[in-house]
T-cell receptor, first 114, second 115 residues
Framework: DTEVTQTPKHLVMGMTNKKSLKCEQH?????MYWYKQKAKKPPELMFV???????INESVPSRFSPECPNSSLLNLHLHALQPEDSALYLC?????????????FGPGTRLTVL | AQSVAQPEDQVNVAEGNPLTVKCTYS??????LFWYVQYPNRGLQFLLKYITGDNLVKGSYGFEAEFNKSQTSFHLKKPSALVSDSALYFCAVRDLFNAGNMLTFGGGTRLMVKP
């Protein structure tokens, strides 16, 4: 299995809602990433997990809360989001957090905040 | 600090013609270079990477890229374009000496292949 899966594909939420994005990979990868991508822009790194521990937080607002329950799963918990948080949220994984490892991306969750 | 530039927002090419998507980079140490492709409403798909060794790297779907250290470039090429190659292409770099060794993406180039 060489796939990263993400659910849901689309999510519409109000500013007072709490929701979660899920990401799963079964490639045995030990590094997992969350990116945010606005239309026609490159992905922006949000969080990096290495061996289930948070390794990098790119100064992301606390209304985004990542969680890595095990080596295959990565969640992004959302609370009190703003309309400007509407974007495509991409999950990725790589074998380990090494400079020569390519990342494998999921299809993304299209988030709309009303 | 590391950076990547993709000087063309869009490249137009006729089907069957060769294509080139340009990328230049700036790093402190040795570059680790990647190309990704993104089809509409999809995630990024890895095409190829340069780590070390042969300057000509072959990747998926007939794509290749040439690493040129003196020009700090890593242009993506394909001898004969297909309409299905139309997509958004991102060049990215990682630098061993950059804190976190994270990917830095270029701004993206939209490739349009016309029949």
């Amino acid at each position: 299995d060489t796939e990263v899966t993400q659910t849901p594909k689309h999510l519409v939420m109000g500013m007072t809602n709490k929701k979660s994005l899920k990401c799963e990979q079964h490639m045995g990868h030990r590094a997992m990433y969350w990116y945010k991508q606005k239309a026609k822009k490159p992905p922006e790194l949000m969080f990096v997990y290495s061996y289930e521990k948070l390794s990098i937080n790119e100064s992301v607002p606390s209304r985004f809360s990542p969680e890595c329950p095990n080596s295959s799963l990565l969640n992004l918990h959302l609370h009190a989001l703003q309309p400007e948080d509407s974007a495509l949220y991409l999950c990725a994984s790589s074998q380990v957090l090494a400079v020569n490892n390519e990342q494998f991306f999921g299809p993304g969750t299209r988030l709309t905040v009303l | 600090a590391q950076s990547v530039a993709q000087p063309e927002d869009q490249v137009n090419v006729a089907e069957g013609n060769p294509l080139t998507v340009k990328c230049t980079y700036s790093v402190s140490g040795n570059p680790y270079l990647f190309w990704y492709v993104q089809y509409p409403n999809r995630g990024l798909q890895f095409l190829l990477k340069y780590i070390t060794g042969d300057n000509l790297v072959k990747g998926s779907y007939g794509f290749e890229a040439e690493f040129n250290k003196s020009q700090t470039s890593f242009h993506l090429k394909k001898p004969s374009a297909l309409v299905s190659d139309s997509a958004l292409y991102f060049c990215a770099v990682r630098d061993l000496f950059n804190a976190g060794n994270m990917l830095t993406f270029g701004g993206g180039t939209r490739l349009m292949v016309k029949p």
